[in-house]
């Protein structure tokens, strides 16, 4: 499988911490993605950080990506209680225009 | 409002059953796929397009079909269910034949099969 993971697996923080959640991914890559799914709904996106890029911001995330290391981390800073959501990354596509997505980092935000 | 609508939202059926799950898109996207979540597997691609009339592979297509008839629509046909594909379907799109950029994603099907 060319599956990504996210590690942790589970992380409750309290309101107002950061949180922070690693990406693993197994092939060379054009771009990583980072997407949140609120409890049985869509996926919705959230960054998207080129291959060249080492760093890459938006409103109070932060991405990193590492292409040595094959490894990416999304940091939410001042967290808030609606930041409770499971996070996925994605890469691709690769060869034959698929995606992949790792297995997600369920967050909690305990207000 | 740019949307993927995706239906039924929920479904229950009995194995052997034939069932479609509809994608429609209003985004004039060229790519288009279809994706089942599971717990603790995440998402996994079934299908994808990259055009109409043009469809592929993706890691667990068995026991799926797919059609790209109209560049809007690209439903996801089980033939014959059976209780291991009781899952959460997702269905998304992107811009581009080749797409690099994000994917948008319909609110998803939870499909029971019996």
């Known amino acids: 499988s060319q599956q990504g993971e996210e590690d942790p697996q589970a992380l409750s923080i309290q309101e107002g911490e950061n949180a922070t959640m690693n990406c693993s991914y197994k092939t060379s890559i054009n771009n990583l993605q980072w997407y949140r799914q609120n409890s049985g709904r869509g996926l919705v996106h959230l960054i998207l950080?080129?291959?060249?890029?080492r760093e890459k911001h938006s409103g109070r995330l932060r991405v990193t990506l590492d292409t040595s290391k094959k490894s990416s981390s999304l940091l939410i800073t001042a967290s808030r209680a609606a930041d409770t959501a499971s996070y996925f990354c994605a890469t691709g596509p690769n060869t034959g225009n698929q995606f992949y997505f790792g297995t997600g980092t369920s967050l909690t935000v305990i207000p | 409002e740019a949307q993927v609508t995706q239906n039924p939202r929920y479904l229950i059926t009995v194995t052997g059953k034939k069932l479609t799950v509809t994608c429609s898109q209003n985004m004039n996207h060229e790519y288009m796929s279809w994706y089942r979540q599971d717990p603790g597997l995440g998402l996994r691609q079934i299908y994808y397009s990259m055009n109409v009339e043009v469809t592929d592979k993706g890691d667990v297509p068995e026991g799926y079909k797919v059609s790209r008839k109209e560049k809007r629509n690209f439903p996801l046909i089980l033939e014959s269910p059976s209780p291991n594909q009781t899952s959460l379907y997702f269905c998304?799109?992107?811009?581009?034949?080749?797409?690099?950029?994000?994917?948008?994603f319909g609110e998803g099907s939870r499909l029971t099969v019996l």
């Open positions: 998304a799109s992107s811009l581009g034949t080749n797409p690099t950029g994000e994917l948008f």
């Open positions: 950080i080129r291959s060249n890029e």
